[in-house]
């Protein structure tokens, strides 16, 4: 496999269901401003290391001038799984930028919640490093699945309504903010893309999911796989379901100024 079938690959079989919906959640969303330095984070995986093509491509032929930086964290890989991300990157020509941290160390200890101390860290870690490199943006690989997912995750096990946001300003980090421009990039298509490219890249290297076969996203995406064989609107549906959001037919909602409820203007309006 040669960078060119990657690259082209996108522009040709997978125009249609990656490409495309690349750039328009990049117009959609106004995720990219001109003159942008935007740091690309890889983990390593499929969806990271596709995002990094993507940006390898768009930096030299997209409609908004920007910059970019490829940054991969080691957080404590073992050296065979370093070394595949590396040797990925070189078949790629994604020119990326490492540097180590202990997280896998500090999750390893911790008997709760340790993926989202994981992820926090990794944030942490993430703006802080992009910021010494001077960009303003990191970029990271959550796709479309990853969307549908944390919303049913978020009502059935977390009590709210909400999701993961296209783009969002960085609280401790002035001036930064997160993007993800495979919002709308289903996943079945990154592996199709990763297949057709002949591709083997990392899977899950952190020894705490690996123990956790029955994690909650893992049955939240079997439920909805289930759900899928009866009604194959079901994703789009879940989407759709943020964003048609009847703040009038909520029983509460919470934004900025606090708790509003259904009582609040219930006379007013009836």
Sequence with gaps: MSVNIAAESLHGEFSKSIHRKFTKAIEEY???KDGDKVCVCISGGKDSMLLAVLFREYENHGSVPISVRYLVMNPGYSAENFELIKS???????PIE???????????????????LCAKMRRGHLYKKARELECNKIALGHHFDDIIESILMGMIYG???QTMLPKLKAQNYEGMELIRPLYLVRERD????????GLEFLQCACAVTKREDGSK???IKRLIARLAEDNPQIEQNIFRSVC???LDRLISYKDKDGVHTFLDDYDERN
């Design 217 to 219: 996203r893992k049955v």
């Design 88 to 94: 990925n990157a070189a078949r790629l020509d994604i």
């Design 30 to 32: 106004k995720l990219l």
């Design 244 to 246: 048609n959001v009847r």
């Design 98 to 116: 490492t540097f180590r941290t202990e997280i896998f160390k500090h999750t390893a200890a911790t008997e709760n919640n340790p993926c989202f």
């Design 159 to 161: 009590g709210q309504a």
């Design 190 to 197: 990154i592996i199709a893309w990763r297949d057709y490219c």
